[in-house]
């Protein structure tokens, strides 16, 4: 007896069994499916981890493939926060509550807002005119406050996180621990890139 079984589409999502440096896993998404979404990249979303409307939001970064192809690592390094409102990237086994909700400002431009659940702050940049950009802290959730608007997408692979008020300027961060800054937006630059997890 002969099985036969139906050939898959031409586009799919692997997981690359073997991390690379700190990086928890590696997928390679094709950029010619009929699955795709408005960026050109399928959808992978990690699911089960966090609750409703939470997200692990991890750094990622991409490289080019086969012909055709993106592999994207999504790295260990966690965005967190301090009780004290400091932003950090840090491994999964030292980020403690990783899990970040996602709010609606008052603008009424969907979800907007990034609050952390271990410190029930919200993701903050304020413009600091020393340095002449904005820079990122924790600050207490304020529906009205435009300094915590974000433009992101969690369904996507990846995604920048991009200030609504402090229009060209994103969350940049490195691909191991550390402390995530604002930067221009720099499309060529993979530190923008965050994986968001549900």
Not at 111 to 131: E, G, K, P, R, V
Request: hydrophobic share 35%; with cysteine.
């Amino acid at each position: 007896m002969q099985l036969r079984l139906p050939l898959l589409a031409a586009s799919a999502v692997a997981l690359d069994a073997l991390p690379r440096d700190n990086s928890t896993e590696s997928a390679l998404i094709s950029e010619m499916a009929p699955g795709v979404n408005a960026t050109g990249l399928e959808s992978a979303v990690i699911q089960g981890e966090f609750g409703p409307r939470q997200w692990g939001i991890q750094r990622a970064s991409e490289r080019e493939g086969r012909p055709g192809t993106v592999i994207v690592t999504r790295h260990d390094a966690w965005l967190t926060m301090w009780s004290s409102g400091t932003v950090t990237t840090d491994r999964k086994m030292y980020a403690g509550e990783r899990a970040w909700q996602t709010l609606e400002s008052t603008m009424h431009d969907g979800f907007d807002m990034l609050q952390s659940m271990q410190t029930s702050l919200c993701l903050d940049a304020w413009w600091d005119d020393s340095a002449g950009r904005p820079k990122v802290h924790g600050w207490s959730c304020d529906f009205a406050n435009n300094n915590q608007y974000w433009k992101y997408r969690t369904w996507e692979t990846y995604t920048k996180i991009e200030h609504k008020k402090w229009g060209g300027w994103c969350l940049m961060g490195e691909a191991d621990k550390g402390h995530p800054w604002m930067e221009r937006c720099d499309h060529d630059d993979d530190r923008l890139l965050w994986n968001f997890v549900s």
